[in-house]
């Protein structure tokens, strides 16, 4: 069985300062890894994808992950956070039965 | 545009009240799906579709109904609401062929 992740359910940085956002999992496979941003009110809308081409992954808005299969990690990072930031995210894998798992979601908060 | 829209956005019912949310896409897409999400639970997937006419239970099927009559539309229905269905709801499509879901903007649903 399938199985993702997050390590923190709310994490809190100050604007300018870098974000990390973990997640792992759990599969058989190699699985397709995601990562989506639910801003408030909002529909979900993805970030990044990881399809076993190249390990480190870019997204849109400045942010990036990397797969690590040693670590099954797939960790959200950005090297300076903005306001417009604060959201929650979810770490998301597909597996080959078209169905999508998803994380608890890790809520990011961005202080001024 | 490509769009997933869903309607009602907001809906308050009281329990046992039938009521249909409806889900309509432009993309042309064979996949589409239904995933509630609960706080620190992410999002679950009800029921999904590979096509018309074709459709299978997810992870959390109990207490809905859907249908596949049209490519373009995937209605939830819940029959008999309980007040343990009070969540938000998003529908998501895909084409055959991509790991890629695009996500509805989601209706808020209260049954008391």
């Known amino acids: 069985a399938q199985s993702v992740t997050q390590l923190d359910s709310h994490v809190s940085v100050s604007e300018g300062t870098p974000v990390l956002l973990r997640c792992n999992y759990s599969?058989?496979?190699?699985?397709?890894l995601f990562w989506y941003v639910q801003h408030p009110n909002k529909g979900l809308q993805l970030l990044l994808k990881y399809t076993s081409a190249a390990t480190l992954v870019k997204g849109i808005n400045g942010f990036e992950a990397e797969f690590k299969k040693s670590e099954t990690s797939f960790h959200l990072t950005k090297p300076s956070a903005h306001m417009s930031d604060a959201a929650e995210y979810f770490c998301v894998a597909y597996n080959a039965g078209n169905m999508l798992t998803f994380g608890g979601g890790t809520r990011l908060m961005v202080k001024p | 545009e490509a769009q997933v829209t869903q309607n009602p956005r907001y809906l308050i019912t009281v329990t046992g009240k039938k009521l249909t949310v409806t889900c309509s896409q432009n993309?042309?897409?064979?996949?589409m799906s239904w995933y509630r999400q609960d706080p620190g639970l992410g999002l679950r997937q009800i029921y999904y579709?590979?096509?018309?006419?074709?459709?299978d239970k997810g992870d959390v099927p109990e207490g809905y109904k859907v249908s596949r009559k049209e490519k373009r539309n995937f209605p939830l229905i819940l029959e008999s609401p309980s007040p343990n269905q009070t969540s938000l709801y998003f529908c998501?499509?895909?084409?055959?062929?991509?790991?890629?879901?695009?996500f509805g903007p989601g209706t808020r649903l209260t049954v008391t």
């Open positions: 993309m042309n897409h064979e996949y």
């Open positions: 998501a499509t895909k084409a055959s062929g991509s790991r890629e879901q695009y």
């Open positions: 579709s590979m096509n018309v006419e074709v459709t």
């Open positions: 599969s058989s496979y190699s699985p397709s």
